[in-house]
């Protein structure tokens, strides 16, 4: 027996082992044409694994640009996300100067009434939370902290 491999003939060769062939003929092409890293051995074991740490490098090199562009337009959407959500937050809020309008004309009237008669405080509904401004707070502030 001999230690080299036989020559494959190709014409004896299943559809399948065909498309093996191919695929290997093509990967042996794309280790050759791999720029990154140089080779450094004379005999062909070195210079296999020298083509062979190439094309993970390359591809290595390339996810991690694709990610870090990705992730940069992630951070920026959300940056601009919260910025948008805060503003909407700050909007929603009750205007304090009205409640504080309503507490002054409550005053005004003990003191014109005179102190010795119990007046209910009542603010008025309009300075209050109807339910649906409620939920919308808590979903704006929700959406706030899960993008924080």
Do not use: C
């Not at 562009?69 to 929603?92: C, E, K, Q, R």
């Not at 009750?94 to 005053?107: E, F, H, I, K, S």
């Amino acid at each position: 027996m001999s230690d080299r491999p036989a020559k494959h003939n190709r014409e004896n060769a299943t559809d399948g082992e065909n498309i093996i062939i191919d695929l290997l003929q093509e990967i042996s092409e794309v280790l050759r044409s791999s720029t990154i890293v140089e080779e450094r051995g004379k005999d062909a074991t070195s210079k296999f694994w020298a083509a062979y740490k190439k094309v993970p490098s390359e591809y290595d090199d390339d996810m991690l640009e694709r990610w870090n562009s990705n992730m940069d337009i992630v951070l920026i959407f959300a940056g601009l996300f919260s910025a948008v959500n805060t503003a909407f937050i700050i909007a929603m809020q009750p205007n304090p100067v009205d409640t504080a309008n309503v507490l002054l004309a409550q005053l005004v009237q003990i003191s014109l009434n005179g102190s010795s008669v119990a007046q209910p405080m009542i603010i008025s509904p309009s300075t209050g939370y109807s339910s649906s401004d409620f939920w919308t707070q808590a979903l704006a502030y929700t959406s706030l902290v899960l993008v924080i």
